[in-house]
């Protein structure tokens, strides 16, 4: 009688896999052929390759296809190919694709589930709205002289490295110390002590690398969850442990009512919180969860995108001349100070951080989930005109760094240059959107992009980059992590410039 159970339940398993994994063929929508359980997947299950390398190499088999169905293990989504389906969805359509796949629950975790990135629908747009005032031109331009007082900090920390011309300094872990003490100052109201030691890290970086550390039991559940994101809805996970987040509820309390009762202001972000509650907009407890998000977004994404910058300078060491050239005339022009104007205004320093983020993105893919039924059929004779309908929790992958590395839109896209990025005019928008698009592009770019111009303008002005033989090449990524960190860390060298 066993044996007729457990051969029922076989054959009951292979029907439901046959109607699941056809999912596809069954509308018409062109794609790969998955396997069981693993679907599309597999190489990076196993290790093999990171979730946005399998995307990659499936994108590219399918040239002249406006999108692509396939299978994240047994879950049904849709690769988008078409770079109008892209705008669509992030822009002209964004209501039917108005929230991210990604969910945490805010009740079991306050923290990451108060990020504008996992909130949805009015959930979503209450906090956005709150939130976008501090994140303005002008607030940002308060902050600059805040940050611009660690710089020297960075400059003394690489000037006496005794690795600095010998392997080089490990360049994520550099840049993360200075995001790091970017962010305490302007979202916690501290000084995170980053540069003090060669040795050792700051209290508080210890804390940051509680989480999101590559090879960490929290990167390896977030890796997993970008396959399979009912995780997160069924075990309720926690990115932060519960003493983590007591740790940074008490810091920023105990700033909070020091600068309470001692009647102390200041242009940073936790300082814009603060006025929130005085509106009657925010509840104290909130403050630690918002300063957070502040945290994430200035410190991990940004370490990155700096890490790239000067990786790809180190690289391609004609256009650091350019940028030292153009430093030195702002300087000579305006009293020898890079002002928050100049870090915004000069040519190769923009060229070249425009050009780092196409040339070396920090993740690759994001899932959006449909909210309303749509249909999409292409309207670019360059694409087969094939017709995709879609209901209410269909999954699309959005293909933000394959677009912009695509020779269809990009010439040499697989060269460093940051010339195109000269005349933004010389490539469609929508093929090229680093910190996304529409009402939810990245509440944290401005704070972001100042944070890595103001580090690689300091950096570059006082030191020759080149890429150290510990660098292991051609470079590669470590699986089962939300960004692309690269494996064997990013080795520099770093001479010091006579003046």
């Known amino acids: 009688m066993f044996g007729v159970f457990v051969g029922a339940f076989l054959v009951l398993l292979i029907i439901w896999f046959r109607i699941s994994l056809s999912y596809w063929e069954r509308r018409g929508i062109p794609g790969p052929k998955p396997w069981p359980i693993t679907g599309n997947v597999g190489e990076y299950l196993r290790g093999k390759k990171t979730f946005g390398g399998v995307i990659k190499d499936i994108y590219k088999k399918y040239e002249g296809y406006p999108f692509v169905g396939l299978f994240r293990a047994t879950k049904p989504v849709l690769l988008l190919r ?21 969910f945490v629950d805010k009740n079991s975790d306050p923290l990451f589930g108060s990020n504008p990135i996992t909130l949805r629908d009015q959930a979503w747009k209450d906090t956005r709205q709150m939130l976008t005032p501090g994140m303005t031109s002008g607030k940002m331009k308060n902050m ?3 940050i611009k007082e660690i710089i020297p900090s960075i400059i003394k920390f690489i000037e006496n ?16 110390r200075l995001t790091l003490d970017y962010v305490a100052k302007i979202a916690f109201g501290f000084d995170g002590k980053s540069f003090e030691s060669y040795d050792d890290i700051s209290e508080f970086n210890k804390l940051a690398n509680l989480f999101l550390t590559p090879g960490s039991s929290i990167s390896f559940v977030i ?9 997160m809805r069924l075990i309720k996970f926690r990115f932060l442990a519960r003493g983590l987040e007591t740790k940074l509820t008490n810091i920023i309390s105990e700033v909070v009512k020091y600068r309470r009762e001692n009647n102390v202001q200041s242009n940073d972000f936790l300082q814009f919180l603060i006025e929130l509650v005085k509106k009657k907009k925010l509840e104290d407890v909130e403050i630690t969860n918002h300063a957070f998000t502040f945290f994430l977004d200035g410190y991990e994404a940004t370490s990155m995108v700096l890490m790239f910058l000067l990786l790809n300078l180190a690289q391609n060491p004609v ?7 153009e430093i030195r005339q702002y300087e000579n022009e305006n009293n020898g100070e890079l002002t928050y104007e100049a870090v915004h205004a000069l040519p190769w320093l923009n060229a070249c951080f425009y050009e780092s983020l196409r040339y070396t993105p920090g993740t690759d893919v994001l899932a959006k989930e449909c909210n309303e039924h749509f249909e999409y059929t292409p309207t670019d004779p360059s694409f087969k005109k094939i017709t995709v309908k879609l209901a209410p929790g269909d999954i699309v992958l959005l293909p933000y760094s394959f677009l912009s590395s695509d020779e269809k839109y990009f010439q040499n896209a697989d060269k460093f240059m940051p010339e195109r990025m000269l005349n933004k005019d010389s490539f469609e928008k929508s093929t090229y959107f680093p910190f996304g698009d529409g ?16 580090g690689a303008a300091h950096i570059l002005k006082h030191f020759e980059l080149s890429v150290s033989p510990k660098l292991q090449q051609p470079i590669t990524y470590i699986p089962y992590n939300i960004l692309n960190e690269v494996k064997g860390g990013v080795w520099i060298k770093y001479k010091k410039i006579s003046n």
């Open 223 to 231: 890796g997993i969850a970008q396959i399979f994101p009912i995780i």
């Open 82 to 102: 078409d770079p109008e389906f892209v705008n669509r969805v992030l822009v002209k359509d964004f209501k039917s694709f108005r929230n991210n796949e990604m």
């Open 439 to 454: 009402p939810r592009a990245c509440i944290g770019q401005r704070l972001g992009i100042m944070q890595s111009k103001l």
């Open 319 to 325: 256009y650091q001349e350019k940028i030292r050239e």
């Open 161 to 176: 490295h005794p690795g600095r011309t010998k392997d080089g300094i490990e360049t994520r872990a550099l840049t993360k």
């Open 144 to 146: 600059y002289p805040v």
